[in-house]
Nanobody, 125 residues
Framework: VQLQASGGGLVQAGGSLRLSCVAS????????TGWFRQAPGKEREFIVG????????RYADSVKGRFTMSRDGAKNTVYLQMNNLKPEDTAIYSC???????????????????WGQGTQVTVSS
């Protein structure tokens, strides 16, 4: 499966962005999907992961209540709605997909088999 992420940009603190991740080759319903981000000089950070087969979802504490992941099955697209953005949210955001990921391993990048290219999100203060 190939993933294509888009929707990044420059936004002021308190603003919103919606990132999209389109899958080709397979449908998202066959996979667990997640979003990660990486800021300059920092390690890749887990944001959210969801097992579509069960609906079980895990959010990082840093984004809980501000970010929401959703899916449009008809478009085979996963979204990351980001509200109340903060300067510390500035990073390159990537979507990922994998199969047979158990809930306790949703936050591990190594659990995911497929990665989209990143999209830059910059939040100004």
């Amino acid at each position: 499966v190939q993933l294509q992420a888009s929707g990044g940009g420059l936004v002021q603190a308190g603003g919103s962005l919606r990132l999209s991740c389109v899958a080709s080759g397979r449908t998202f319903s066959d996979y667990t999907t997640g979003w990660f981000r990486q800021a300059p000089g920092k390690e890749r950070e887990f944001i959210v992961g969801r097992r579509w087969s069960t609906g079980s979802t895990r959010y990082a504490d840093s984004v809980k209540g501000r970010f929401t992941m959703s899916r449009d099955g008809a478009k085979n697209t996963v979204y990351l709605q980001m509200n109340n953005l903060k300067p510390e949210d500035t990073a390159i955001y990537s979507c990922a997909a994998g199969s047979r990921i158990i809930f306790s391993q949703l936050a591990l990048p190594s659990s995911y088999d497929y990665w989209g290219q990143g999209t830059q999100v910059t939040v100004s203060s």
